[in-house]
């Protein structure tokens, strides 16, 4: 036995019947079910006897049947390096590498600082920031907290009075330019440090960064918090876009 077969005899038989025995359906020729998060479609091939065929179906194949349309993910700005739709709604994740950036600290002003590489994840209209001490995108890069106000400790990013666009491989860097040009309150400064001396307001050292000529965040993983006990990020992006709407 294949697990298809497994697995479609694994939907309880009395649903089904129930559901074809029904005599507002007697008509039905053929249906689609549903168990444990797989699709499987049962068709009646022949009357007498009633003989049924069972598939397995993908929700890659699903969707295309119900849309009647191609499925295109356009053109796919640079940066973006996974997008995709899952029960949840939309999703995209984007790597920005390590560069200086200007930022606007609310009470202090305008600075330009250099950030280690940071990695976006959207879901719809929710977000998510992670820092990675790696110059290039790698999915098993280990993910600290980033040297950033207004990040919460699960990462998701406060908007304040800002609204970002859905989660899309077309929009997500358009959500990054939006973070980063916002202006930074004194909320969420906490907790963003390995060193004792910013650990209570990590303003303090994007200050201090402020003052160096260097385009590099230098030594991160001496600086940077990490995320539980060395959460890469492919492990990160499965809990916060799949593992949730499981």
């Not at 009646?44 to 499925?71: D, G, M, Q």
């Not at 719809?124 to 980033?146: G, Q, S």
């Not at 077309?170 to 963003?192: R, Y």
Request: proline content about 7%.
């Amino acid at each position: 036995m294949d697990d298809n077969t497994a697995d479609i005899q694994s939907i309880e038989s009395a649903i089904i019947d129930e559901f074809l025995g029904d005599p507002l359906t007697a008509k039905v020729e053929a249906a689609i079910f549903i168990s444990q998060g797989r699709y499987f479609y049962k068709r009646l091939v022949e009357t007498n006897p009633p003989t049924y065929r069972y598939k397995c179906l993908s929700p890659h194949s699903l969707r295309v049947a119900f849309n009647n349309t191609a499925i295109d993910s356009s053109w796919i700005a640079p940066g973006v390096v996974r997008c995709g739709c899952s029960s949840g709604g939309n999703w995209a994740v984007m790597f920005v590498p390590p560069a200086r950036h200007c930022i606007d600290l609310s009470a202090i002003g305008k600075l330009t600082v250099p950030l280690p590489g940071l990695v976006l994840i959207g879901l719809e209209k929710d977000y998510w920031l992670c820092a990675v001490a790696v110059e290039a995108f790698a999915p098993d890069a280990v993910c600290f907290h980033p040297p950033l106000p207004n990040i919460y400790a699960d990462l998701k990013i406060c908007w304040g009075e800002n609204t970002p666009p859905s989660a899309s491989g077309q929009t997500i860097p358009a959500v990054w330019e939006l973070f980063i040009s916002s202006q930074f309150s004194g909320e969420l400064v906490k907790g963003k440090s390995k060193q004792k001396a910013y650990q209570d307001d990590i303003r303090q050292q994007l200050v201090e960064l402020h003052c160096t000529s260097s385009r590099r965040y230098a030594q991160p993983e001496r600086f940077l918090l990490p995320i539980g006990r060395a959460m890469t990020l492919d492990k990160l992006v499965q809990e916060y876009l799949f593992d949730e709407i499981d």
